[in-house]
């Protein structure tokens, strides 16, 4: 479950509540006096190009080895 941050519109006091999302949607309707704010905007990354590490790489190629025979051929991409 995820930690939520509101604040209090009257108080201006935030504050940190651990709860399931759907506990605060209902937290909210029951707290018309609180919004919830967010301290940090989400982590993104574009533009990363990188390939898994040489074991995994390896396991996928194994896998496609295993399936490519017969009609449907294996289209795994291997890196």
Request: proline share 5%; glycine share 6%; charged share 35%.
């Amino acid at each position: 479950m995820p930690t939520y941050r509101f604040r209090n519109k009257e108080t201006n006091e935030e504050f940190d509540l651990f709860m399931s999302m759907s506990e605060r949607e209902k937290y909210l309707e029951d707290n018309p006096n609180l919004v919830q704010t967010f301290d940090t905007a989400p982590l993104t990354v574009s533009g990363v190009d990188r390939k898994p590490d040489q074991g995994f790489r390896d396991l996928l190629k194994d896998i496609k080895k295993k399936n490519s025979g017969g009609i449907s051929r294996s289209t795994i991409n291997t890196f």
